[in-house]
């Protein structure tokens, strides 16, 4: 599980602690060094990084021609820059990448809290959280590119007053009827989605 302090000190601050710890659960790694790198679907199979350096390299000759993610979050390396010359080894370091991958999740959470139009209803807080999460591993949401797409703007999923850690802990904890009747909501047809589902529907989330 992701250090509560790293959270604090280098997360995305329109996020909650809660779905922070979510999102890298569901969608990122516990290894800084992770590098995944699909060609066409498949997986290109490379060997572990021992250092940033030399796993700087092993990006490099993918970065703009495959979908390549890295670091706890797996950020999509190559987003946002014209050069393959401008990726640096900092991409490897835990607490720059989970600033910048939070900050790019914000994003695509706004691109999802617009689609659902912008609800204050906490109960379908979950479903935004899968579909939000499933855009991050597809880089697609309603035919929308969503890591190249413009932010929208507005609330990041529920808006409210952001809440201290130690009361989304116990929200998290006795939510479950608010989870019942999310289940509840018609899905949309997302085929092949997966990823781990917590009841984040009592979380204020700015």
């Known amino acids: 599980m992701i250090d509560l302090a790293l959270i604090e000190k280098c997360a995305d601050p329109s996020l909650t602690p809660a779905i922070v710890e979510q ?15 699909k060609i066409g679907g498949r997986l290109v199979l490379i060997p572990r990084p021992t ?12 970065a703009g021609k495959a979908s ?23 991409i490897f370091d835990a607490c720059t990448n989970l600033r910048m991958g939070t900050a790019l999740f914000a994003k695509v959470a706004r691109i999802v ?19 939000a999460i499933y855009a991050w591993r597809t880089e697609v949401f309603d035919g929308e590119r969503v890591f190249q797409a413009a932010d929208p703007g507005g609330p990041t999923f529920i808006p409210g007053k952001k809440r201290e850690p130690e009361d989304q802990v116990d929200d998290a904890k006795s939510g479950n009827s608010a989870a019942s009747a999310a289940g509840k909501l018609q899905e949309r047809d997302n085929a092949g989605q997966t990823g781990i589902r917590v009841d984040l529907s009592r979380i204020g989330v700015p």
Not at 53 to 59: C, D, F, N
Not at 113 to 131: A, I, S
Request: proline share 9%; no cysteine.
């Open 113 to 131: 809290t617009k689609w659902y139009g912008r609800p204050t209803n906490r109960e379908v807080l979950p479903q935004m959280m899968d579909d």
């Open 51 to 62: 250092d940033p350096a030399t796993a700087l390299e092993a990006i490099r000759g993918y």
């Open 23 to 37: 999102f890298v659960a569901s969608a990122g790694s516990d290894d800084p060094l992770a590098v995944s790198v």
């Open 68 to 90: 390549v993610r890295v670091g706890i979050t797996q950020y999509p390396a190559g987003v946002g820059i014209s050069e393959r010359s401008q990726l640096t080894p900092d």
